[in-house]
């Protein structure tokens, strides 16, 4: 079991779906050097993939698969892995809005290839929590899925189940440490513990929102130019007397702002460090929307000796970018 965990806009989604591709053999080899290993591709398709957004169903309304309509998550995940025949092993409980046990999930999976993909299960924790099963809720069932779903998984060498998580401060926060607790629980059953990652760190900014920002970006001779003439001058004004920070003296400066570039490595961890902390305003998407608004204006101005952008370009003189940061701030005064 891998749990992606990030605050909202921090790639979770994106690793999903091309984790889908990838497994459905429609990632290109090419392609997929770019992000990881090319040969951990498989040699065959994976037939047994299933799939669940938290935000695109109601607590009891599911997509139609096999020309059935599910009223679980655990029933739609059935129908998508192995058809009408996978549905029988869970229709019951799914009837029912009961949880299946992992013996009737492991029945289901079988011995071949699985991968099961959940996003976003806080949201749909929150509207789950209004339906009644009996003394419990559907909510308290799906994390009795959850962990029925782990214990299966772990006992069998050939399934893989990846979920995401966001900060408990971000939207559904108190759902996600619902979660988060149904994991914990989960772990006490597993002979394995989870593994965590983060889809992105402070290192992946740049080239993410450059990717997202820019159609083309002739990165190498571009970067390569601007890192040297920053250090340049920084080497210059140092020599000259100048008390620059540790981080701008010494060959390493020229390598940050080539790793940043097109933009300053001072821009990145305000992003990375200050406004990402602010629940509203989501790291990356956040980030982004605030960038789009700098580049337009930067590129409608094109101010002379501008090789990277920097602190001083999102300019708090226009409206709307002034805005962008007030509004998620919570404090437009």
């Known amino acids: 079991m891998i749990r992606l965990e990030t605050n909202l806009g921090g790639g979770k989604t994106h690793n999903l779906i091309a984790l889908f591709h990838a497994a459905r053999g429609r990632l290109d080899v090419s392609r997929a050097a770019e992000f990881m290993d090319a040969s951990l591709l498989p040699a065959d398709p994976v037939d047994q993939v299933g799939a669940f957004v938290g935000t695109s169903t109601g607590a009891l309304s599911f997509p139609e698969v096999a020309g059935i309509n599910a009223h679980t998550v655990w029933g739609y995940l059935a129908l998508q892995v192995g058809g009408a025949a996978g549905y029988e092993f869970v229709r019951a409980d799914d009837e029912a809005l009961t949880a299946p046990g992992s013996d009737a999930i492991k029945r ?5 290839p699985s991968l099961l993909l959940i996003d976003e299960i806080a949201r749909y924790y929150h509207v789950a929590k209004g339906v009644r099963v009996g003394e419990t809720t559907l909510a308290s069932q799906t994390t009795a899925f959850l962990m029925a779903l782990m214990e299966a998984v772990d006992g069998l060498p050939h399934a893989a189940l990846v979920i995401t998580t966001t900060g408990v401060t971000d939207a559904f926060g108190e759902a996600t440490s619902d ?7 989960a772990r006490s059953l597993m002979a394995r513990k989870e593994l965590v990652l983060r889809p992105s760190e402070e290192p992946d900014l740049p080239k993410i929102l450059a990717r997202r920002l820019f159609k ?17 001058a920084a080497d210059a004004a140092n020599a ?7 981080g701008m003296v010494g060959s390493g400066w020229a390598s940050e702002v080539a790793r940043t570039y097109p933009f300053h490595p001072a821009l990145i961890r305000i992003l990375d460090k200050r406004l990402s902390t602010i629940p509203n305003f989501q790291r990356t998407r956040g980030a982004l929307r605030l960038l789009a608004r700098v580049v337009r204006r930067l590129w409608a101005q094109q101010p002379d000796h501008t090789y990277l952008i920097h602190p001083h370009h999102i300019d708090l003189a226009e409206r709307v970018i002034a805005e962008e940061l007030s509004s998620r701030l919570e404090r437009p005064q």
């Open 240 to 246: 000259g007397g100048l008390d620059l920070p540790e």
């Open 108 to 112: 289901m999976l079988g011995d071949r």
């Open 216 to 232: 083309q970006l002739e990165s190498g001779n571009a970067a390569a130019a601007a890192a040297k003439a920053y250090a340049e």
């Open 179 to 185: 979660v988060l607790e149904a994991i914990n629980e």
